[in-house]
C-alpha cells in the first residue's frame, strides 16, 4: 500500500519479458494423450473400448486380405487354395476385371478406344477445372465430346463430322442474330443445327464407308464401369448450364418463362429417378414411332440429365437468394444490360455460394447412374449382379465384387469432393 | 470556394423532373415532385427518414419505377424503353450507402469492369482510367486487394471512383456515409468536395450538415415524399421557414 501510495499509476516497462517454454505438462506426446484420451474416467473407457474394438476388426480382416486368393478359375478354385482359412477370393477380379470396366460385349480388342477417351477426358476438363492452365486448351475441350463419341462409338466418321458441323452452323446463325434478339438467335440456332444433321444425315448414309475406320460399337453392348462414367460425365456436364437456365428462369420477369421453369422443377422433383428411368426405357418407345431408333443411353442421359438439373437449379436459386440486393443494382447502375450482370457479378458469386450443394448433386448423379441397373443395363453393378454372380463360376463371390465396386466409385467421388474444397478455398476472396 | 463554385453552374438543364408521383402498393411515397437541376448544381436532399428521399434519386436512374409524372435526363425521357434506361445509366453514376462493391473481383476489375463491357474501351485504357481515379481517391496502392480487404471509408472511395470510370455527367450519392465509422466520414467528404470542385452535377442524399454548408448550391429538405422546402444553404439553415424544417433541423443540430 505505501508504495502504491508514493507511485499510484505511472509504470514503465523497460525490457521486454522473453518468451518461455511452456511446462513439460502443457507440450508433447504425453499432454496429448492425456488431453485426448484420458482425461476422465468416462474418456478412459471409451478409449480402451475403442481400442479393443479396433484390435478385432484388423485381426478378422487382415487375414481375409492377406490370404485373398488372386489366381484362379473359379470360386471353387479359391476354396481349394484357401483350404478351409478365412481369405478373399480375389482372383474374381482379376478374371472379370475387364468386364467390370467394360461391359461383357463390348470387343476385347476394341478396350483401347474407350480407355483413350477416359485419358483424354483428364486433357480436356483440366482447362475447365484449372484457370491456370492455358485457355487455348479450350479448344481441345470443345472437340472432346466429339473425339469421345468417335472414340467410344464409332462408325463412319462423317457421322461426327455431321454433328460438329451442326453445332458450328447452330452457333453462326446464333451470333449473327442474337445482336438483334436473344430470342431469334436461339430458335434460329437450334433450328439451323436440327436442319443441318437433318441434310447431314443423307449426305453421311451416301458416302458412308463399307469398312469404318473405326468399328462401330452400338449403344446395347456398352457397360461397366465405363458406362457409369459416360452417364456421370455427360450428364453432370449438361444438368450444370440447364440446371443454371432453369435457376433464372425461376426469377424471371416474364410470367410465361417462369410458370414453364416452376412446373418442369417441380414436377421431375417431385419423380422418383427410377420412375423416369422406366419411362425411358419402356414409355417413351409406345409414343415414338415404332421403327424409330431412339438410342436407349441416349433416351437414359435426357432423364438423368432433367433430374439433376431441377436439383441444381434450386441449389443455385438458393445461391442467387443469398445475394444481396445491392449487387444487382450496382450491375444496373454502372449500365450492364441483363446477361452482362448475370455472367460478371451475379453468377460468379451465386455459383461459388453453390458450389458445396451443386458437388452434393453431382456426387449423387454420379452414384445414381447405378440405377440403371435396374432397367437391365449392364453398367457396374448390372455386371456383377448379372453375368458375374449368376455364372457357375463365380457364384457367391458377394463381398470382393462390391467392395470392387464401391471403391471404383470412391475414388472419383472423393477426388470431386477435394476438388470442389480446393476450389472453395481458392475462390474465398471476401475475407470475412 | 462556394462563391467560384457558384459560377460553373451553367443554364443547361441536366434533370427536369415535372409532376412525378410514385407508390410502393397503395403507399403514396413521392407526391407531385417537381425538380429541375442544372448542369454543375450541387443539391443536397435532407429530410427524416421514410421521407422519399433515397427513393427520389433512385428513380432518376430507374433503379425505381415511377408511375406518374415525367423524368428527363440530359434531353432522353426515362420511359420503360430498355434503351433510354441504359442510355441515362450511362451518364448517370451512382453511389450507395452500402458501397455494393463486387466482392469477387479485385479493386481494379471493380472500375474496370463496366469500361470494359458497356463502353467497350481496351482494357489497357480501362485500366489506366482506373488508375487515374484511385489516385484521385488516393488508394492506388489498394489496387490488387478485394474489397473485403479494405476499411469502409477504402470502399466507399472505390465506389465513387468505380462510377467516376464511367465518365458519368451526374453523381447521385444515396446516404454515402451512413454506414461508415465516425473517423472514416471525412475522407469520403473530401474525396466528396474535391468532386463538387471539379464542377460536376451531384444529387446527395445525405445528413452531413457541414458538407451542405460547404458545397451545395441548394438544400432541398422532403417529408411524406414531398417537397417542403427548398434553399440556398446559409438561408435555409439560417432562416428556415417551415415549421417542419426547423423541427428537423433543431432536432439534427440541436447537439
Known sequence: MADNNTNPIAYMRETPLPQLDPPASEAGLGHWVRQNLFSSVLNTVLTLAAFVSLYFIFTSTVPWFVNGVWQSESIRGCREVLEGATGGCFAVLTERWNQLLFGFTYSDDQYWRPTLAFALLFVAIAPVLFVALPRKMLYFTLLYPLLAFYLIWGGSIYATISTGLGFVVGYLVYSRFVASSFALGLIGGVVAAFVTWWLGGFVVDAIAPATPFLEEIPSRKMGGFMLNMILGVVCVSLSLPLGIALALGRQSRLPIIRIICVVFIEFVRGVPLITLLFVANVILGYFLPPDTNFDLILRVIIMITMFSAAYIAEVIRGGLAALPTGQYEAGDSLGLDYAQSMRLIILPQALKISIPGIVNVAVGLFKDTTLVSVISMFDLVGMIRGPILASTEWNGVYWELFMAAAVLFFVVCYGISQYSQWLERKLATDHR | MTEAAKMQVSDEIAISIQGMNKWFGSFHVLRDINLTVNSGERIVVCGPSGSGKSTLIRCINALEEHQKGSIEVDGTVLSSDLKNIDKIRREVGMVFQHFNLFPHLTILENLTLAPIWVRKTPK???????????????????????????????????????????????????????????????????????????????????????????????????????????????????????????LFLSQILGH
Open chain 2, 124 to 246: 489497357s485504357e480501362a485500366e489506366e482510367t482506373a488508375m487515374h481515379f484511385l489516385e484521385k481517391v488516393k488508394i492506388p496502392e489498394q489496387a490488387d486487394k478485394y474489397p473485403g480487404q479494405l476499411s469502409g471509408g477504402q470502399q466507399q472511395r472505390v465506389a465513387i471512383a468505380r462510377s467516376l470510370c464511367m465518365r458519368p455527367r451526374i453523381m447521385l450519392f444515396d446516404e454515402p456515409t451512413s454506414a461508415l465509422d465516425p473517423e472514416m466520414i471525412k475522407e469520403v467528404l473530401d474525396t466528396m468536395i474535391a468532386l463538387a470542385e471539379e464542377g460536376m452535377t451531384m444529387l446527395v442524399v445525405t445528413h452531413e450538415m457541414g458538407f451542405a454548408r460547404q458545397v451545395a448550391n441548394r438544400v432541398i429538405f422532403m417529408d411524406e415524399g414531398q417537397i417542403v422546402e427548398q434553399n440556398e444553404p446559409e438561408e435555409f439553415f439560417n432562416n428556415p421557414q417551415s415549421p417542419r424544417t426547423k
